[in-house]
């Protein structure tokens, strides 16, 4: 068992006020995107590309466009949201040291991807597999991710003159940070807490009642078994 990543899986944070500014050095940037590149997808279409996004001017007219979009989701909240909301920071977009924005092209490994003519959205999976990578990396590297989608895809396509028919994914803040959080800052804000282990786990077929608890049949197997309980 490899526990360094269970650490880092564990140690993973969506950060939004603890970026320094500080430099990504290269060789920490290289490995990072290199990781993201070797993610799983399907049919091998590796339908990801990266836009590394450091021109304070493309980062102040992002910016500017998430606060709008923030006070958009705002105006859709009861007041008691409105208030919590307020307190919560969704972005670090200039803050961070720099912005990696990941895409997907659909036409990528076309037109017969292997694996996804029955499931259209298989190559977006790709994408966010890609993603993960890159975040579990830049944990590991003391570097900080914090994914902003506060955004409308025409919005950034012309931003960052994306061709159609690519899709933006995700607009990732990165850089050096202070320290990552012990819980995720919607939990500490209040907002939402997470879900235990056992209540997203089921057997055999989906349940209601009995998520994850061992089923009555197997409780003196699951009790001797606890890595088959679902129960963290
Ligand atoms: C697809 C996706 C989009 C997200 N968009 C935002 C966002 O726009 N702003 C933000 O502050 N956090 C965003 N997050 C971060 C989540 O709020 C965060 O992952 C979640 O609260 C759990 O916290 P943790 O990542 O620190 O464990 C996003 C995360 C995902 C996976």
């Known amino acids: 068992m490899d526990s360094q990543l269970y650490d ?54 992002f910016h500017g466009h998430v606060q709008h979009e923030r006070a958009v989701f705002a105006a859709t909240l009861d007041a ?52 993960q990578n890159l975040w579990l990396a830049a944990t590991a590297e003391n570097l900080g991710v914090g994914w902003v989608s506060f955004y409308r895809e025409p919005f950034l396509n012309d931003l ?19 320290h990552l959080e012990t819980a995720p800052d919607l939990e500490r804000n209040g907002w939402r807490d997470r879900r235990p282990l056992w209540a997203a786990v089921h057997h055999d077929r989906w349940s209601s009642g009995l998520h994850g608890r061992p089923h009555p049949d197997r409780a003196e197997r699951s009790s001797t078994h606890p890595d088959r309980t679902g129960m963290s």
């Open 8 to 61: 880092v899986i564990h140690r993973r944070r969506d950060v939004r006020a603890q970026f320094t500014g500080e430099p990504v050095p290269d060789e920490a940037l290289h490995r990072i995107l290199s990781a993201a590149h070797a993610a799983p997808s399907v049919g091998l279409s590796q339908p990801w590309d990266f836009i590394v996004v450091r021109d304070p001017a493309v980062r102040a007219a």
């Open 80 to 131: 008691s949201a409105v208030r919590r909301f307020a307190r919560i920071k969704i972005e670090g977009v200039l803050e961070s040291t720099l912005s990696i924005v990941v895409t997907y092209d659909p036409d990528r490994g076309g037109p017969t991807v292997l694996g996804r003519h029955a499931i259209a959205d298989a190559g977006l999976y790709s994408v966010c597999l890609a993603i």
């Open 160 to 178: 960052l003159a994306i061709p159609a028919p690519i899709r933006p994914v995700a607009w990732l803040c990165v850089g050096p940070v202070t």
